[in-house]
């Protein structure tokens, strides 16, 4: 950064305001898209450990060795085989997601009572509406905090893929570690955190209508 | 006995369950051992016993929710084990002890399961909850749409009770439905119940562990013991005649009260009036006074005879030493 140079140059603000519009736009989609993905993935796997018990610790298993990889080291590793693409992108996104939604869905179905269970068998509920009707709306709160805590870490993540091509704010922390250019560096570390901070205000919000019962008094 | 009546009379919907010989092992424990017995329609027939005696597992594969290893169960004749057991637990109402309501929905919804599980139209639907909910000393409108967090423990327990009756199923099965609430307000649910299942003549099938709470609600009692079934007789007989030492012990040393909290004034034989001038200090006794509550005012009162009254009519003099000989003579009533 240049010496005299004001940390943020409002009139580059105004003037690239629409390519931030769309950065922000891009940064969403990714996040959507890997979240989305994500919980298809996880719900899926969570079905299966719940159906075969023992086959949850694999399963946590393997997400969390993905888990544990770094980023950078990912991507890097990913590009051979599906080069600088959107696909990249969100192979490793999705994969950041999983372990943690996979143990929010897991925990959140295991953690309805037993009796409200036994009551539904014992009324006459099949397998399958006991699921649908009683278990899945029962864990939406433990699903939800797990869908909040997926967000916020792949709208984090989202920055790093800026080094693939992808980004959204990324590409402005790079744009500004590149050129010494604070103003493009705070663009895209706060949008960065604004995003995710919306995006979690957002999720409580659908959180509370889905589950009015938590909140009724 | 009065109540024995009221059962007849409400007969016209149970069903009438026979267990033939059924037996539940888990590897080598027998949880359950060649039990029979038969629950008349339309009365309450209560399982007690010590606990691992078997009468949950025992009431649990009324409904198939354990499956029996061997043996029948039949319900008006039909094995429910050649049914669906998905179809067979819609017509069969439930209710446990710790309720079990879905906290997701609303009570309204609640009592509504069965009803919207078997398809039955809206509008019969909500006639039917808010019914229930009048029957239990709820006002429909104010208590449809509350969440189950918003009730009472008391409370819970009787939607619990509304929701295993909403489908007007022939058979019920409760496991210590009133166990988790307090005194006072379990024997408020007990005599609603009583009512609620007179009224719509239900054959029950009620496991409990409470003696007290079998001879008040039971037409008929099972004491089980070790998956065995020990004596199978209505409460007075019960306790008249327990079957063998375990029996006496497990109805208590006290049994002679407990039987006579089951026969009342009205029902015992009264020595014609004697002038109320010549009976200083004795106690006015309505016939429909339990001759246990009739024998503590007798005996407050320090008087060896209790004026027996209904409304101003003076039926005659009971005495002490005739409950004495009831009490002595151990010959159900």
Redo the contacts between chains.
Sequence with gaps: MTAGEPLIRWDWLASHAGEIGQRVGQHLELTVIAVTAGLVISFGLSLVALRIPRLYGPITWTTGILYTIPSLALFALLVPYTGLSLLTAEIGLVSYTLLILIRNIVAGVRGV?E????????????DR?ILWR?EL??ALAVIFAGIRVATITTIGLVTVTALIGEGGMGYFITLGIQLFFSTALIVGALGSVLLAMLADASLVLVQRAL???TH?? | MPRCHAGAMAARRGATVELREVTKRYGETVAVDRLSFTAPAGRICVLIGPSGCGKTTSLRMVNRLIEPTSGEILIDGHNVLQEDPTELRRRIGYAIQQVGLFPHRTIGQNVATVPELLGWPAARIRARVDELLSLIGFEPARMRDRYPAQLSGGERQRVGVARAMAAEPPVMLMDEPFAAVDPIVRERLQNEFLQLQRAQGITVIFVTHDIDEAIKLGDRIAIMRAGRLVQYAPPAELLAHPADDFVARFVGSDRGLKRLALLTVGGAELDPPVDPSRLGGAPVLSPAMTLRDALSQMLASEAQVGMVRDGDNYLGVLTLSHIGRLLRSEQPT
């Design positions: 009572p009796e409200v269970r036994d009551a539904a068998r014992g009324m006459g509920y099949t509406q009683v709306p029962l589950t009015p019962w009724a008094r």
